[in-house]
């Protein structure tokens, strides 16, 4: 099955700072997603990519994804506290989920 | 549009019970999925209903059940409570399902705690 994997495990950055997470997955994909979830909450939608785009942007987001290597990159740019919480990418019609990337973004 | 909602939020049962719990999906989506998430599996599918029809199912035990009703609200049942059944489970809601990945509305979560 398919099935998202995300690197680092946990991130610690600075205020400000840009976070950069990585996901790689095993098999073809139709889209990849990125969501973010705030502790013990529900998931919250961030961004989807298609598998002919090579990258997306929202608002402080840019998620790229390369077919070739199986791997797709989130960037937040100019951090904040808000950010901190667990992000997930996601892939296949059962929305297999990787174990997530805890990012903690100190005021 | 009002979001997700699930209920109970929270619950507490006893090893061997049986529990229910329900889920409303956003007005108009067919598709609602089941995940469990614990801190040792992470997020694991259980299964997604579409017109009241199970589309998919993960890799867990018959003593989990699901269904879903004529207006898309769905409910799940685990049977023969274990302690390791102690989760945060989410309820998911989409307008389509099936084999193309379509954006996913979460709900708050149940938090089950089987002692």
């Known amino acids: 099955s398919q099935q998202g994997e995300e690197d680092p495990q946990a991130l610690s950055i600075q205020e400000g700072e840009n976070a950069t997470m990585n996901c790689s997955y095993k098999t073809s994909i139709n ?4 969501y973010r979830q705030n502790s013990g909450r529900g ?12 990258e997306k942007h929202s608002g402080r987001l840019r998620v790229t994804l390369d077919t070739s290597k199986k791997s797709s990159s989130l960037l937040i740019t100019a951090s904040r506290a808000a950010d901190t919480a667990s992000y997930f990418c996601a892939t296949g019609s059962k929305l297999t989920f990787g174990k997530g990337i805890t990012l903690s973004v100190r005021p | 549009k009002a979001g ?15 529990v229910t719990l329900s889920c409303s999906p956003i007005s108009g989506h067919r598709s609602v999925s089941w995940y469990q998430q ?37 409910e799940m049942n685990v049977s023969t409570l274990e302690l390791g059944d102690s989760a945060l489970y989410l309820c998911a809601s989409s307008l389509e399902g099936g084999e193309d990945l379509h954006t996913q509305y979460f709900g708050p979560g149940t938090r089950l705690t089987v002692l």
């Open chain 2, 38 to 74: 614990t801190p040792g599996q992470g997020l694991q599918f259980l299964f997604e209903y579409f017109s009241e029809t199970q589309r998919n199912k993960g890799n867990f035990p018959g003593r989990f059940s699901g269904r879903q009703f004529s207006n898309s609200r769905s």
């Open chain 1, 43 to 54: 998931l919250v939608h961030l961004i989807l990519i298609r598998s002919n785009e090579r």
């Open chain 1, 31 to 34: 889209n990849l997603q990125w």
């Open chain 2, 4 to 18: 997700v909602t699930q209920t109970p939020r929270y619950l507490i049962k006893t090893r061997g019970q049986q």
